[in-house]
């Protein structure tokens, strides 16, 4: 693919500053069509693709959790480990506001606002993972290392099957 034939966002820019190497992955973004839809076009198991999930802790506490496509986040799990009272999904103009990022194409890379960054533990055992690249139908394939290195998420295990 030519270097121009992706889009530079902001997501694209933070791993270049951080030397991160990615593959950009293009596919028709399709509303409510999830990590599923993106897996089937790029021929890729459903697993690999991570979603980015804008969360609120206590009402009042955003943060980001990476998440395998073809699970959920045990909300339940999530603020047992965190040590909080709750845990839910943050409101989606709140998300694209905090994020920069429309959903649908939010990335944990340059984000406007500094979040904590969780990561599914079982993320870092696969050698290639599809992420959202800063827009819809962008996904970058990068090593979960790199991600690990300039992300430093904490690692959690709140994965449920769907």
């Not at 969360?55 to 073809?70: A, T």
């Not at 990068?142 to 690692?155: M, Q, S, Y």
Request: aromatic residues 8%.
């Amino acid at each position: 693919m030519a270097k121009d034939a992706y889009p530079i966002t902001q997501g694209v820019r933070f791993l270049r500053k951080n030397g991160v190497e990615f593959t950009p992955c293009l596919y028709p973004y399709v509303d409510h069509g999830g990590t599923g839809r993106a897996a089937e076009f790029l021929c890729v198991p459903e697993h690999r693709v991570i979603k980015t999930l804008v969360m609120e802790l206590d009402e009042r506490h955003p943060i980001i959790v990476l998440m395998h496509g073809d699970r959920e986040v045990s909300v339940r799990q999530l603020a047992r480990q965190l040590g909080a009272k709750q845990a839910r999904p943050c409101d989606m103009k709140k998300a694209e506001r905090l994020t920069g990022y429309q959903v649908g194409g939010i990335s944990p890379f340059g984000t406007k606002a500094r979040f904590e960054i969780y990561m599914e533990a079982s993320i870092l055992e696969l050698d290639r993972i599809y992420i959202n690249g800063g827009k819809r139908g962008f996904l970058v394939a990068v090593d979960p290392g790199d991600i690990e290195r300039v992300l430093k998420p904490v690692k959690v295990n709140v994965a449920i099957e769907q």
